[in-house]
Each structure stands twice: as C-alpha cells, then as structure tokens.
C-alpha cells in the first residue's frame, strides 16, 4: 500500500514524484512508455522559461519558485539544466503580448526593457522583426532542458526511495474504502491518494476532464543556420513573437542543436486520440514553420536538421487545471497546461505534493480550480 501513486511520470509527474519522496512519502510512479519519452508533451530537448509573462501575471509567484527548485535540481543531481539567456515577448505595441508582458514586470518588481523592432535587430543580430513592433526584454528569461529535468527528477526520486514503474499504462482505477486500485498492464497498486499528471491522457482516465483537456498537435523544427554566430546562447534570446505570419516561439542552438522554432498552432489539428497522434511530420508542417524563419530570422534558414510533433493540450481559458477531483477529495489533478505549461514543473511537482499533505493553501491556486464559474 502507497501512500500516493502519480499517473504520468513526464516533466509533471516526475517532479511530482520526486517533491513527494522528498516529504517522506512512500509514492509509486506508474508511466505507460519509458522515461522520458518522445510521445507526449516534455520531448524536443528545450522549453521556455521566463517572467515577463504575458499569460498572465498570476503566475509570476509560481515562476520564481520554479527557478528555484529548477536550480535545486541541479544541485541535487550535478546537471546543467536551466540556462539564462535573457528572451523577449515580442508584438504589436498595443497588443496583449507586449501589455501583458510589461504588466507582469511592473505588478512584481521584475525589471525589465522594452525595445522597439530596429533596436531588437541592432542588438541581437539573429532576429529581423518588422521595426513596427516591439518587445519587452528580461534578463533572466532562458530555456530549461526538459528530458535532461525528467531524467534528474526520476533518478532522484527513487535515490529518496520511490518506485518507478514504465511501460505500464493504466487500464482502469477506482475508489475504494481504504483509498484506491489502479489496475495496469504490468500489476494492481493500491494507495491512499492519486496524482494525475497524464497531459494528453488525462480526458481518458478522468472523464470529467475530458471537455476541459484538448490535445492539439504541435510541430518543433530545427535548422542549421546559415551562419551560427548570432544564434548562441550567449548571443540570442529566446523569443516568443506575435507577428503578422503568427504567433512563434524559439530557441538559440542548445549544445549544438541548431536553432530550434514552433508556431502556435500550427495547421489547428486536433488530437481525438493521442494514441493516434500523426507523428510523421509533412512538407506543409515544415512549410508553415519554414515561412516564420524565412520573415524574421533568415540567417537560420539554413538546412533543417530535424522536426518533430508534440502535443499541447489545452483548456478553454488556456490557464492551468491544478485542483482536487472533482468528485473525490484524496483524488488531484494537474492538467491543461495549454502549451506554456513545462517551465513550472518544477514547482507544480511541489504543489502536488502539498495538496497531497493537505497543505496547497500556500500557494494561492485557487484561480486555477474547476470551480463553478470559470468554464
């Protein structure tokens, strides 16, 4: 018997995992493919992190404990996995992603700078965005490692005791007297609580989610850039550009990946089934990608060097689900992170933890419940 099992052991449920091991708890982590895996919604080498949050600024308190336990981890486990580089919300000036962003700084003491198009080509040499928008500039944006994170967050949790066990998708759970079954390919567990971190999963294990948990198919493409210089870490921020050809995020060339770029939802393709998800990526997706880089950084429209899809899986409002079940009280759920989501896995493995100890309160998410109102 398991004080707690966590369904998902990916960039969630991994911190999930090792934040309750850290508490004492004797925890279970159940994973339907291995981890980390390229299946989901944490592959792709690099998320984006950053403060000038322009989804809102809600989420900046969360932010800045993320950095922290990100920086935790590293100490924890000898891994570089959050870099700086400083990065720039990028938009029309009036637009919410430049108001949004400046809101956040002004609201939290963040400074911040903002720049118009001509001064972000001048001073960062790989971007070419029209001179008519501008940007909101953070020193302390960069991108964190995410299969690197899982990894660390994984071996950690069970250097502290707990079990993690893969390929072993769940076939059905229920609520008992004593707490709950989970019944899987691999074995039945039991356990006081249940966590669920299952990203595009979590509409097929809990039902009531699976309105308000849309998975959406995603495409990330990397280049070789024409030239490599101005595409360092040290000498490109990471962006997230609103733009006349859409909305685009990116990355310099982690450890000589080569420059890395997403549209937001790219061709609109939604996922019925994420185990039907189409994982082969097509001319039009290269295209549609190809056409950002082509605009505004057209010295990395070099030779591609890979492309992938993933999945978002979004909720209505595009903020996060962090609540209890909706029916059952030793039941929690963390889901719908709506894309922007893997940079505050770090802190969400603790505020999972913290629910499960009955002590979330600390953490004012009460915004982001199922909470009559809000859908």
């Known amino acids: 018997m398991y004080d707690v099992i966590v369904i998902g052991v990916g960039g969630m449920g991994s911190a999930t995992v090792y934040q309750l091991a850290r508490s004492g708890c004797r925890v279970l982590g159940l994973e339907q493919f291995t981890v980390p895996h390229a299946f989901g919604s944490s592959h792709g080498s690099t998320r984006i992190i950053r403060l000038a ?11 800045r404990a993320a950095y922290r336990y990100w920086r935790e981890l590293e100490e924890v486990s000898g891994e570089s996995i959050l870099v700086v580089t400083g990065g720039l919300d990028i938009g029309p000036p009036d637009s919410p992603k430049v108001e949004n ?38 020193a302390d944006s960069g991108y964190v490692r995410s299969e690197v994170a899982i990894r660390a967050h994984a071996a950690a949790a069970r250097e502290l005791g707990a079990e993690i066990v893969t390929e072993s998708p769940v076939r059905r759970w229920e609520k008992r007297a ?11 567990y039991e356990a006081g609580k249940l966590v669920f971190t299952a990203g595009a999963w979590a509409g097929r294990l809990v039902p009531e989610l699976a309105p308000l948990c ?8 990397w280049t070789e850039p ?5 595409f360092e870490p040290e000498r490109f921020p990471i962006f997230v ?10 990355f310099p060339s982690d450890r000589g990946e080569g420059f890395k770029i997403g549209k937001y939802h790219l061709r609109v393709q939604p996922v019925p089934d994420p185990d039907r998800l189409d994982r082969e990526c097509s001319p039009e997706d290269e295209a549609g990608v190809r056409e950002g880089i082509a605009a505004y950084f057209p010295q990395a429209n ?12 979004t909720s209505p409002d595009e903020h996060f689900i962090l609540d209890r079940h909706p029916a059952m009280d030793d039941a929690f759920i963390a889901a719908g992170f709506s894309g ?35 859908f």
């Open 178 to 188: 004593s707490g709950f079954r989970v019944v899987t390919a691999s074995g039945t």
């Open 241 to 250: 550009l609103q733009a006349p050809l859409g909305r685009y995020y990116g």
């Open 214 to 221: 849309q998975p959406e198919r995603q495409t990330m493409l």
């Open 340 to 374: 922007h989501g893997y940079k505050f896995c770090s802190v969400i493995g603790r505020v999972m933890a913290d629910f499960c100890l009955g002590d979330e309160g600390k953490w004012g998410v009460e915004g982001f419940g199922v909470g009559e109102g809000r």
């Open 302 to 313: 070099g030779p591609t060097r890979r492309i992938v899809a993933c999945m978002f899986t």
């Open 53 to 63: 949050y322009s989804e809102g600024p809600q989420y900046v308190p969360l932010l």
């Open 101 to 138: 962003s400046r809101r956040s700084c002004l609201e939290h003491g963040i400074p911040f700078e903002e720049l118009d198009g001509a001064e972000v080509n001048r001073r960062f040499p790989g971007y070419r965005i029209p001179e008519s928008l501008r940007a909101i500039y953070q």
């Open 226 to 230: 024409l030239n490599a210089a101005p």
